[in-house]
């Protein structure tokens, strides 16, 4: 694979299968010999066979894999929004288990402490950029009118960022796709969480567009958001820190 | 938060679920009318019923209750009676003053003989009587300028409280207002005598057939009597046939008052008499009585009742056979005695909201097959809440806020149009019963050329199939309103003969009215609640995946 020719060499350093600051401090976010099997009536299909994965405080893991390898099943895990077979695997989020809890854990878990963004954006067509960047915000209480307040606000600048304030009145179906990926990112990232999940963000992007989405995701890491992305493509995996392989329903370093 | 965000979006951004409000609107509107319009119409009933009849009545048969003023004293003297006053009801004939020719009509007649002073006390007889002049200036203001009773003075007023003639002192006849064709009610409510004349002083005259104890029916007996005033109790029955003569007169031509009482079966004495056995006394056929204020009319009915077996007691102890009590009385209270009247119209309230209730269900399935195709479109949409943080009932209260915010809306809308249907009612009743006017059906004709134009416009230029079937539709039911409207030659639905009263009542039951609307928000919450369960079982994942 040309993967490993165009990853850069700073990254290449950080490529011995565990994360750089693993030795002194516990991994943010963690899966350990995660299964995860589909089931057809009879025939069961094992995606994920013992899967483990470290995701290092700021860190940004690039998951590569073929197609049907169970990436998204992987991201899906790690983003609290399905749960591995039962008693076969945890997901770790600062050394505790995410997957054992209540499903309102888990919500909470998906609202406050990992952001997710998706390969076709999914924005809710209904509502405008703005409050479609505010959802998480409004999402989790019943009367938070100053968690509201405040999740506009962070959404207006977050969104000022992606260079969007023009467009916070639009609805989604009115912008191309690499603002509708920015107006995603911006959700994921409107209520502060340490993690950012990325499933294929740019897969359905042009090159230049992918770049910007790329750059503005970039620009969150440098301020200590850690990452984890999944991708086809190996120059977009090359902006990542460190690269995991997805094979055989286990992740391989490299 | 979202909830309510996402639930407003929902219902703002789409045309689908204002059908379902406009069902559920329509849906509490029928109910309401109906039910005040029912409502309405027994409290008529019951009010109007119980004008002219007090709180007990004692019946008795044909051979009337003897020695009634003794009793009468006896029950004036109760704690729970107000007033008893003796009544002598029967059936007669009435050759009114109309045509013109030597050919009289003759009218079928309800007669109530009684001694108006009392009477008045016990029902609202005084407040009933028709024509009088404008109490005061409040009074006036309501009556339009042709309305003849601007011109009375007092004494028609007095003539019918009096039954009798002041000008003449002869004992007069009042009319239920419908006895006579001379008076057309107006639609503002009041009456103008057709024809230029006017009933008030006019000589009409009652026959009626006197029936004795033994149930003997004599020679029919007749009477000549000036109108002196009419009565209007809203009761369309009693309106009909109802006259009111004074009771001594009645008692007379019926042969109910005291007379001297001959052995017909001994032989004549020498100058040609026959033995005298007695005196009959006088005698009533009913009495009412008015319960003190405060005192329940089921109270009161008890005290009359034991009040008349002591009254029985009494007589029993008395020598005289002849005036004894009869054996049966009915004594009832005024809702007993309405009961086949008010009944049958409860049961039927009863029966139309059962069958109107049935609508909510039809309303609740609406709802639930819009929002079942609502969860399925946005199962994506879900899955992307979830994605966020949603909780499960998070995604059911979004769905459930919106079945309720249907139901909200609808109920009021429904209570609105109701309000203004109701309050309308005889508007729009009138409205029916004439032959449609020219503008109605030209606007109607109008409208449905401008949507041919319009349905060709779309079909043939733009080439757009639904615009123009929806056009094609607009022009047909159009065409078909203006039909009806064209055809339309005025059908009385309320018919004041069926239903006793001559005005729809128009008051909204507002009490059944927050029933209704309550029955309209939870069934529309019923109907969201199943696709809102839906929705939060959605996977998001899969959601997600196949989104
Ligand atoms: N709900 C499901 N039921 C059955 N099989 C499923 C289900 N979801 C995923 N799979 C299977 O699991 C495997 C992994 O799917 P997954 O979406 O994780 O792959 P992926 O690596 O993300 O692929 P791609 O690169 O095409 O997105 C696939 O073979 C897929 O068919
Ligand atoms: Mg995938």
């Known amino acids: 694979m040309a993967d490993a020719e165009q990853t850069p060499p700073d990254a290449g350093t950080d490529r011995s299968g565990r994360p750089p600051s693993a030795s002194t401090e516990p991994p943010i976010l963690a ?13 069961e299909v094992p995606v994920l066979r013992g899967a483990s994965i470290e995701i290092g405080r700021g860190e940004w893991v690039a998951i590569l894999g073929q197609s049907g390898s169970g990436k998204s099943t992987l991201m899906h895990l790690l983003g609290g929004l399905d749960r591995p077979d039962a008693g076969r695997g945890t ?7 995410v997957n054992l809890g209540a499903g309102r854990s888990l919500d909470r878990y998906r609202n406050r402490d990992v952001g997710f963004v998706f390969q076709f954006y999914h924005l809710l067509p209904e509502l405008s950029v703005l409050e479609n960047a505010c959802l998480p915000g409004l999402v989790g209480g019943w009367f938070g009118h100053a968690r509201a307040a405040a999740a506009r606000r962070r959404a207006g600048e977050l969104l000022e960022q992606a260079g969007l304030s ?9 912008l191309s796709g690499g603002e509708r990926q920015r107006v995603a990112i911006a959700r994921a990232l409107v209520n502060g969480p340490r993690v950012l999940l990325a499933d294929e963000p740019t897969g359905n992007l042009d090159a230049t567009t992918g770049a910007s989405i790329l750059d503005l995701i970039a620009a969150q890491h440098a301020e200590g958001l850690t990452v984890a992305m999944v991708t086809h493509d190996a120059s977009v995996a090359a902006r990542a820190q460190r690269v995991v392989h997805l094979r055989d329903g286990q992740v391989v370093e490299g | 938060m979202y909830a309510a965000l996402l639930s407003n979006r929902y219902l703002t951004s789409r045309v689908i679920p204002l059908i379902a409000v406009g069902a559920v609107a329509l849906c509490v509107a029928l109910v309401i009318i109906v039910v005040s319009v029912m409502s309405g119409f027994l409290d008529m009933l019951k009010a109007s019923g119980r004008t002219l009849i007090g709180d007990v009545i004692v019946s008795s048969g044909i051979g009337g209750i003897p020695h009634y003023d003794e009793w009468l004293s006896d029950l004036r003297a109760l704690p729970e009676v107000e007033e008893a006053t003796p009544v002598i009801d029967t059936l007669g004939l009435l050759r009114m003053p109309y045509p013109s020719g030597p050919s009289k009509e003759i009218a079928p007649v309800q007669v109530w003989a009684i001694e108006p002073a009392s009477f008045a006390r016990v029902t609202a007889y005084g407040e009933k009587i028709w024509w009088r002049p404008p109490a005061d200036e409040a009074a006036r203001e309501t009556m339009l300028p042709d309305d003849p009773r601007l011109r009375m003075d007092g004494s028609i007023l007095r003539d019918g409280l009096t039954l009798s003639q002041g000008a003449t002192g002869k004992p007069g006849i009042v009319m239920g207002m419908h006895v006579s064709v001379g008076n057309a009610r107006q639609s503002d409510g009041s009456y103008r005598p057709r024809f230029g004349w006017f009933m008030p002083g006019e000589d009409v005259t009652l026959t009626v057939v006197p029936v004795s104890e033994s149930g003997t029916i004599s020679e029919p007996r007749d009477a000549t009597f000036p109108i002196v005033n009419e009565v209007f109790s809203g009761v369309y ?8 003569i004074p009771l001594a007169q009645a008692q007379q031509l019926l042969r109910l008052d005291a007379a001297p009482l001959y052995d017909t079966t001994a032989e004549p004495d020498a100058e040609g008499n026959l033995p005298l056995l007695g005196t009959t006394p006088a005698r009533v056929t009913k009495v009412l009585i008015r319960a003190k204020p405060g005192v329940d009319a089921l109270a009161a009915r008890d005290a009359v009742e034991a009040s008349w077996d ?8 008395r020598s005289d056979r002849l005036g004894r009590p009869p054996e049966r009385v009915s004594i009832l209270t005024w809702e007993q005695q309405l009961r086949d009247l008010i009944g049958p119209v409860e049961k039927e309230r009863e029966m139309m909201r059962i069958l109107f209730s049935i609508i909510y269900i039809v309303c609740a399935g609406l709802i639930l097959s819009i929002f079942w195709s609502i969860v399925i479109e946005k199962t994506r949409d879900i899955g992307i809440l979830r994605s966020v943080g949603a909780s499960r009932l998070g995604i059911l209260w979004i769905f459930l806020r919106y079945g309720l915010a249907i139901g909200v809306v609808g109920s009021l809308a429904g209570v609105g149009i109701a309000w203004v249907v109701v309050d309308n009612i005889n508007l729009i009743h009138e409205a029916i019963g004439r032959d449609a006017p020219r503008a109605a059906w030209i606007t109607t004709c109008a409208l449905s050329v401008l949507s041919v134009v319009m349905a060709l416009r779309s079909l043939v230029w733009r080439g757009r199939l639904l615009p123009g079937l929806l056009w094609t539709i607009a022009t047909v039911t159009l065409g078909i309103v203006t039909l009806a409207l064209l055809g339309h030659r005025g059908t009385l639905i309320w018919d004041p003969s069926v239903y006793y009263f001559s005005r729809i009542p128009s008051q909204v039951d507002w009490f059944n009215a927050a029933i ?3 029955g309209g928000i939870v069934f529309s919450v019923i109907g969201a609640a199943i696709p809102a369960a839906k929705a939060a079982d959605v996977d998001p994942v899969e959601a997600l995946r196949y989104g």
């Open chain 1, 31 to 43: 899966a350990h010999e995660v299964h995860r099997t589909y089931r057809f009536g009879q025939v």
């Open chain 2, 310 to 317: 002591a009254f029985v007691a009494k007589a029993a102890r």
């Open chain 2, 237 to 244: 029955d009693v309106d009909k046939s109802r006259v009111f």
């Open chain 1, 91 to 97: 997901i770790e989020f600062e050394g505790r288990a």
């Open chain 2, 516 to 518: 209704t609307v309550g």
């Open chain 1, 166 to 174: 023009h467009r916070l009145r639009h609805r989604p179906a009115e």
